[in-house]
């Protein structure tokens, strides 16, 4: 019973990210406030997927019989609780087949997790000489600096604002659950 549980605050999660990601996408533009609260938007539909995959690994877990404590951990923590109570998963080895592939988007959102210069570098750099919306000391944009240091494993494949990155990253999250819950009824 306690599955089902799991199930619901996965669901919650990838949930919230969706309402963070529309969120996001309505905060267009080029002025200081519309970039700001976009990207924290995204910021927070980072932290709802990783915490729905965490909470995910803890739903496979119990389906295998493994006990895990689910408080907001990080990924690579519970997928490691996970490896070291000895039992074998088709779904686990996958999520860590995942994290450790550098190109595969759940590694990449865990990094955007870890590092906010990650997804900064997304964001289109602002024209010189534009001041902010107060008038007054305009801000450094970091995301020309950050732009200066994208390695080419960011520049071809993967989506050219942050929005479009996040949200792919929520549609892959939510296919991945989907297929390997489908797979776990099977069993």
Not at 12 to 26: D, G, I, P, T, Y
Request: charged fraction near 20%; include cysteine; proline fraction near 3%.
């Amino acid at each position: 019973m306690a599955n089902y549980r799991y199930a619901a605050i996965v669901n919650q999660k990838l949930a919230f990210a969706r309402v963070e990601l529309a969120a996001a996408s309505s905060h267009k533009g080029d002025s200081t406030q519309a970039r700001l609260t976009q990207h924290a938007h995204l910021d927070s539909a980072i932290a709802q997927l990783c915490a729905a995959l965490s909470y995910f690994v803890v739903e496979v877990a119990e389906q295998y019989g493994v006990e895990l404590a689910p408080v907001s951990r990080d990924l690579e923590v519970v997928l490691s609780e996970f490896v070291g109570s000895g039992r074998q998963s088709a779904e686990i080895s996958e999520l860590r087949g995942l994290l450790k592939n550098n190109n595969a988007w759940l590694a990449n959102l865990i990094k955007a997790r870890q590092d906010p210069l990650l997804l900064v570098q997304y964001f289109k750099p602002r024209a010189d000489g534009v001041q902010t919306d107060d008038g007054l000391v305009p801000l450094v944009d970091v995301t020309r600096i950050a732009a200066t240091q994208v390695d080419s494993d960011h520049t071809s494949a993967e989506p050219a604002n942050p929005l479009a990155l996040v949200e792919d990253w929520a549609r892959n999250a939510q296919v991945l659950v989907d297929r390997l819950r489908s797979s776990l009824h099977e069993e």
